[in-house]
Nanobody, 125 residues
Framework: QVRMVESGGGLVQAGGSLRLSCAVS????????MGWFRQAPGKEREFVAT????????SYADSVKGRFTISKDNAKNTMYLQMNTLKPDDTAVYYC??????????????????WGQGTQVTVSS
């Protein structure tokens, strides 16, 4: 049984920072490609940042490049998302996900993988 639990969300002013964590139990995260996705009210869930299964390759959405950094600690079986210079448009529920062999960083490629319940990030202007 795989369980993924996000934490670290909250309310922050524009320009501030948050660090999200995704703690995984049941399987080692080193076996999977992993990533962060988000969904704002009234919008579709979208890709934010991902690791390849090897952890050697990272991908970022254009909207977060230069501001967000994805990382992971295999020993702690935890993935992180450091978010700096937050904007009101970053307001969303943030989800972590894992898949064995996704074809891309799209939500569809992770559809048959594992997902957490999400953590709310709200950025005030």
């Amino acid at each position: 049984q795989v369980r993924m639990v996000e934490s670290g969300g909250g309310l922050v002013q524009a320009g501030g920072s948050l660090r999200l964590s995704c703690a995984v139990s049941g399987r080692p995260i080193s076996n999977y490609a992993m990533g962060w996705f988000r969904q704002a009210p009234g919008k579709e869930r979208e890709f934010v940042a991902t690791f390849s299964r090897s952890g050697a390759i990272t991908s970022y959405a254009d909207s977060v490049k230069g501001r967000f950094t994805i990382s992971k600690d295999n020993a702690k079986n935890t993935m992180y998302l450091q978010m700096n210079t937050l904007k009101p448009d970053d307001t969303a529920v943030y989800y972590c996900a894992a898949a064995f062999s996704p074809l891309s960083e799209s939500v569809e490629s992770y559809a048959h993988g594992y997902w957490g319940q999400g953590t709310q990030v709200t950025v005030s202007s």
